[in-house]
């Protein structure tokens, strides 16, 4: 009988250490599947997310540049703006809105560094006409420390850029690293039990 016992045992045993081993072979197999997948479905949001921060960075290092600011052309000034505009429209399509929300963000960085691109260029025409006039000294003096003035706020503006960048590169990165094989956990609310109904007594 003992022997029985064991030998019954030892199936049982085996059976079961070749259930858990199939099941998890499957759901190996079902992950591999899934990160592949969402592997292809994330590819046009990556493509989309590098063209926007790369042209961020672009800006960024136009203004930040070690050999000295350049003022901007109106033309520069249109094209960077179109092309910005572009790949907002290309970028929110895609999602998702945890994503749209900083790129957002990172947007108006872009496009206030822009318009403080052309208030420097207008600032530094008008400090030109001033310095060629007869205007006295103060007068030239005054016309460039509101040039001064205009280029350190373009640094400011370039400076919050950079944390916009950083901030939409975070929230990027984590939704692209998202492959869908990480288990998630069911939110406390959905696994409360409804509350029963009243009985209503019969009349």
Known sequence: METIVAVVGTLLGALAGAVIT?????????????????????????????AFIRSAISLRERVLNNDGYEDSTEDEEKRLRNEINDLWTELVFLGPDSVN????VLLDNYLDVIRQMTDSRHIRNE?????????????????????????????RLASELTL??????????????DDGTTPRRTPFWKKRRPLPSPILERP
């Not at 103060?138 to 460039?144: D, I, T, V």
């Open 164 to 177: 916009g960048i950083n901030a939409f590169a975070g929230v990027a990165t984590a939704f692209l690293n």
């Open 127 to 155: 400090c030109l006409r001033v310095i060629n006039s007869d205007a006295s000294e103060e007068a030239q003096e005054g016309a460039r420390q509101k040039y001064e003035n205009s280029l350190h706020n373009l640094d």
């Open 101 to 104: 929300v900083v790129a957002s």
């Open 22 to 50: 199939g099941w998890w072979q499957r759901e190996g197999v079902r992950m591999t599947v899934r990160a592949e997948y969402n592997k292809e479905r994330h590819q046009p949001r990556s493509d989309a997310y590098k």
